[in-house]
Structure formats: structure tokens, C-alpha cells
């Protein structure tokens, strides 16, 4: 029982994170101190520098750094300015900063967090229905052996006690606990020892399937590259609006979308100190764009491959020219007519490269799935060192592509961040949401990285293996010890001067219990 309860301990740790009261600042803007359960999204706290972060929020005010690792596992400080979002139970650093907030109670990070580990916790594996179904076997050999004992004891010796003490002490010895504990114990390490360092785990058994994966599959924008979009031009093919007019349109769709080419033009335009139309029925179009209305003009904004699909003319000299610069070029199409781009750059995350270097050398074969040309996927897919690469997808697109390296009986993980993920997430054998993407990637992922590190996939394929190697560890050793320890209990080398009494087989019933308990809280994340 101490062992379940330190495999959980990592939830009790994260339960403890917040503390019990928040600074809030009311609408006259006095300062008051306050229970940390009034509090409600949309308050305005005040995070003094050295205090705990009490709720998930948007800094309004100040600049500071934030140490996170008790939260999501990572080490370093985390720099944190006006926009950025803060974890509740993070600490604050050297700065103060106020905070609206958007997640509490059962809303915020830790609290999904800890339902998430609770919910993989409960969740059995087959190697754990295995192993429920040998302790249940076992119990009825221990049943059929000791009855047995007792009837050749019994006729052997005409002593009732005898015959009596040899059952006992195979049913003593023959006690399920190591068998029934083995796998359920390595299973809860496992998740709250992932969850510590910024893995959690939806579905247990992710774990099982990791150590067959042979392709992992991986969208492009925010999960291999930063996602921090940067304009590096933006042009008007039409007199009747200028460059500047071209930047605002889109911003006019964009400045409620969180995407990151998205973010990139509206740092642009505020850059620029431009104005920003008013746009009415904005909504995506996934693995394309959006789509919405400035007055009665129909805007679009597109990538190249709606171009080529709905044969909208534009120029492909210029297209590649910026492309081959390893540019993100988006089109703006107002009244299905193309008006103007503009042309963004991302940045590779520096861990990227390492990452697939590191997954070639143990045979797992890296691909690449984009949405993006097929001139920047393959600019990207080459400085990683990428062979297989697919640009210009649609969702649906990826999703086949899951399918068909499935239907070669291939094993799959895909890992991807946005809307345009989710059916490729489902699809694959295991996929894994990259933490900072999107509500609907996480929700359709078996794994999440809180981290938005992609490396750290290598971590849960470590974690996986291990998992499965102290997995095997228990079973051989609660079956194992009962085909020996059956046996000796029921006299077979009585002969021979060894006979085991009843306190003797509680012991070594005992000593297994704690020896795979033992064994399971050994587990390590490489």
C-alpha cells in the first residue's frame, strides 16, 4: 500500500502547488487579499515577485521570469512578458506582474493535469489485463493444489493437522498481492513520473505500443520550427489597394486567431502602427486559412495549394523566388480574385535537429507532414536531415498518410500541434499534441509534451521501454515465484528435509509483495 501511495505522489505534490490565497485588483483597482477559491476568470490578480503564480492567466503588466518546473519539468526560467500566459503554482521571479485570469478550479493547468494522470492510472493495459488473469488462474491452481496437498498428506501421514498445515501454507504462500501489484505499480510510476517531467500520458497503453514504433510523423510549423513568424515582405498585385492595405486585410481576419503566421502579421501591423478593419464571420478553413467578410467584400486567406486546387492565377516565378528563402507565403483573396501576400519566416527549434538524429540512430524513420509549401517543407526537411517529407497537405491529407504507412503494417506515431493534426492524432498508432498547440490537438492526442519541446518525445520512448522492461521484471517474478514457491509448500521435497511452515510462507509471501514494489519505484526516466 506505501508503494500505490508513493506512485501517486506526484498528484498530491501538484494538489499542493497553489497557494490557499490570491492579491486581486478590483475594478476601482484597490488591492485586496482574497481566498483563492473566489476567485473567478476574468479578475485581475497582482503576482508579487518571489510569490507563487495562484491561477492560469494573461500578463497585463510587467515583465518577470517564471520558474515552471514543478509544473511542466522544465529547468530553466521562463521570460515572460505583457501577453504571455503564466501556469497557476509556477513561481514568480524578480518582477511583479499583474494577471487576468483564465483558468481555475477545475479549469486550470494543474487541475487537467491531475485528471489526466488520474484518468491513465485507471486505465488497464493489456499486459495488465494479463496480468489480472494469471493472478486469477492463480488462484484457482493455489485452490486445486492445496486441496490436493491436503488429501496426499492426509493419506500419506493419517495426521489431519498435517494435512491441514500443508494446505494452509500453499494458500498462504500461493496470496496474489506480488502478481496482482506487478504491472498496476510500474504503470502508476510511470504516469506520475511522466507527469513531473512535462509527459502526460491519456492513454496508458501508449506505452506498450512506443516500443514498436518504426515512423513518427511530424507536422512542421510550431512543433519542429518555433512557430514565431517573422513578415519578411508583403506585396499588392492590384492598384486599387497598396501593401499597407493588403497587411490590414488580413489582420482583419487574423487578430482573433491564435496561429502563429497569424501572431506574425499582427505584430507587423503593430509594428507599423496600422489600423485594422472590421471583419464579420471569420472562421477557419482547416488546413487552408480563413475566411470571413470586411463589408460586403468576401476575404479569404490562403496558401498556394488553393491556389493550384481552385486554378487562381498568380505568379510562380515569385512564389518560388520567396519560397526558396524559406519563406511561409500566404495569399490574400478578396472576391476570388488574388490581390496580394505576404511572406513570412520561422526559425527551426534548435533541439529539432538532435531529435532526428537521435531517432535515425535507434531505426525509427522521421517524416514530415506540412501544410506548407513544398518548397519550404523541403528547405526545413533538408537542414533536419529529413528524407521523407509531404508539403501542401490538407487534413485530410495527413490522415491518409497515417493510413497508408499503417496498412503496410507499420507502426505509427504522429506528433503535431494544430486543428489541421487532429485526425492524423486519432489515426496514428500513438499520437502525441505538442503542449502549446491547440485544445483540439491536445484532446485528440494519447500523449501531450508540456513542454512544446520536441526532443522530448525521446524522453517517453525512454520511459516507454523502461516501463515495459520493469513490466516484464514483476510478471516473470510474481509467476515465477509461485512455480517454485507452490511447490515447496506443498512438501514436494519433503523428503529431503525441506518443508516450509505456515509463518515461513507468509514471509516469503511478504518479501514478494515488497520486492515488486521495490522494483517498480526503481523505474527512471533516461
Known amino acids: ?75 530553466r526560467d521562463v521570460q515572460k512578458i505583457v501577453n504571455d500566459p503564466v501556469i497557476g503554482g509556477s513561481v514568480n521571479g524578480t518582477g511583479t506582474i499583474t494577471i487576468k485570469v483564465t483558468g481555475t478550479g477545475e479549469t486550470g493547468y494543474l487541475s487537467q493535469v491531475m485528471e489526466l494522470v488520474n484518468n491513465a492510472q485507471k486505465e488497464k493495459s493489456k499486459i495488465e489485463s494479463l496480468s489480472d488473469k494469471v493472478a486469477k488462474m492463480l488462484f484457482y491452481v493455489a485452490l486445486i493444489v492445496g486441496i490436493g496437498a491436503f488429501f496426499i498428506w492426509l493419506i500419506m501421514t493419517k495426521d489431519l493437522n498435517i494435512a491441514l498445515e500443508r494446505m494452509v501454507t500453499v494458500l498462504i504462500i500461493a496470496c496474489p498481492h506480488a502478481l496482482g501489484l506487478a504491472i498496476p505499480l510500474v504503470t502508476a510510476r510511470a504516469t506520475s513520473l511522466g507527469a513531473r517531467n512535462g509527459l502526460l500520458i491519456k492513454k496508458r497503453q501508449a506505452l506498450e505500443v512506443a516500443k514498436k514504433v518504426e515512423v513518427i510523423m511530424m507536422d512542421k510549423t510550431g512543433t519542429l520550427t518555433e512557430g514565431n513568424f517573422a513578415v519578411n515582405e508583403y506585396l499588392s498585385f492590384d492598384q486599387e489597394y497598396s501593401r499597407d492595405d493588403v497587411l490590414k486585410l488580413m489582420a482583419a481576419l487574423e487578430q482573433n486567431s491564435d496561429h502563429p503566421l497569424s501572431v506574425g502579421v499582427l505584430r507587423k501591423l503593430k509594428e507599423l502602427r496600422l489600423t485594422t478593419p472590421k471583419a464579420s464571420n471569420v472562421h477557419n478553413i482547416p488546413g487552408i486559412g480563413l475566411e ?67 531517432l535515425k540512430a535507434q531505426g525509427i524513420k522521421p517524416v514530415m507532414l506540412t501544410g506548407d509549401n513544398n518548397q519550404v517543407a523541403s528547405i526545413v526537411a533538408k537542414q533536419l536531415g529529413i528524407d521523407s517529407v509531404y508539403g501542401e497537405l490538407m487534413p485530410e491529407d495527413k490522415e491518409k498518410i497515417v493510413k497508408e504507412y499503417k496498412d503496410r503494417g507499420l507502426i505509427v506515431m504522429m ?71 507452490i511447490p515447496l509448500a506443498a512438501g514436494i521435497l519433503a523428503n529431503w528435509g525441506v518443508v516450509l511452515s505456515p509463518a515461513v510462507g507468509a514471509v516469503l509471501m511478504s518479501l514478494s509483495t515488497i520486492i515488486v514494489a521495490v522494483n517498480a519505484m526503481m523505474l527512471k526516466l533516461d
Do not use: C
Open 1 to 75: 500500500m506505501n508503494a500505490i501511495s508513493n506512485a501517486g505522489n506526484a498528484l498530491q505534490k501538484m494538489a499542493e502547488l497553489l497557494p490557499s490565497s490570491a492579491t486581486l485588483i478590483d475594478e476601482a483597482g484597490i488591492i485586496n487579499e482574497v481566498a483563492l477559491s473566489s476567485v473567478q476568470i476574468g479578475d485581475k490578480l497582482l503576482v508579487k515577485a518571489g510569490g507563487k503564480v495562484p491561477t492560469d492567466g494573461i500578463i497585463l503588466a510587467g515583465k518577470t521570469t517564471v520558474n515552471e518546473s514543478m509544473v511542466t519539468g522544465e529547468s
Open 292 to 358: 470571413g467578410n470586411i463589408g460586403k467584400k468576401s476575404i479569404k486567406i490562403v496558401s498556394v495549394a488553393y491556389l493550384k486546387k481552385h486554378k487562381i492565377d498568380y505568379d510562380q516565378p515569385l512564389f518560388n523566388d520567396l519560397s526558396s528563402q524559406g519563406n511561409s507565403v500566404s495569399y490574400l483573396i478578396l472576391n476570388d480574385k488574388n490581390v496580394g501576400l505576404v511572406a513570412q519566416g520561422d526559425q527551426i527549434k534548435s533541439e529539432s535537429k538532435q531529435m532526428i538524429d537521435d
Open 415 to 485: 506528433l503535431g500541434d494544430g486543428i489541421n493534426d487532429a485526425p492524423s492524432l486519432v489515426s496514428a498508432n500513438i499520437g502525441v499534441a505538442v503542449g502549446a498547440g491547440t485544445d483540439v490537438a491536445i484532446d485528440s492526442a494519447d500523449i501531450i509534451l508540456v513542454k512544446s519541446n520536441p526532443s522530448d518525445i525521446l524522453h517517453f520512448l525512454s520511459l516507454a521501454r523502461n516501463t515495459q522492461r520493469k513490466m516484464v521484471q514483476n510478471l516473470w517474478w510474481g509467476a515465477g515465484y509461485n512455480i517454485i514457491a
